[in-house]
């Protein structure tokens, strides 16, 4: 089963995880003071949500082994889950302005939608070098 997480930085400074996707009648959420927090709220859900649909009965209740999660962030999110991406150096590399990328992470600005391509090929670039480098 694949269940898609968006994970948001919130107004006060949390970071919550939900989805649409659902196991019997339960739908899941995460929350936390950081994503690492908030994924393994969101990931307890998930098991909660099976437990609860075995005990009511439904059929085909996934194993929680066989439930894969595809994570969506935002650009505070991101940044503060993938830590060691140094910021400015991020900026540069995807071609951003730096004072411009550090209000991005902190969630005081929002890129706009080429801004936005703009990071997200950066980052695929970043995990094709990686994928070919060796030692």
Do not use: H, W
Not at 54 to 79: L, Q
């Amino acid at each position: 089963m694949k269940v898609t997480a968006i994970v948001e930085r919130s107004s006060d400074g949390l970071y919550s995880i939900y989805s649409e996707d659902t196991i019997g009648r339960d739908c899941f959420g995460g929350y936390g003071e950081n994503v690492e927090e908030a994924k393994q709220d969101f990931l307890r859900s998930i098991q909660e949500a099976i437990e609860n649909a075995r005990k009511d009965g439904f059929d085909n209740v996934p194993v929680f082994e066989a439930v894969n999660v595809e994570f969506k962030y935002d650009i505070p999110s991101f940044f503060n889950y993938f830590d060691f991406f140094n910021v400015s150096k991020f900026a540069s590399y995807a071609g951003i302005n730096e004072s411009r990328m550090r209000a991005y992470k902190s969630g005081t600005a929002f890129p706009g939608e080429k801004t936005t391509r703009k990071i997200l090929l950066a980052v695929q670039r970043i995990v094709r070098e990686m994928s070919v480098a060796s030692f």
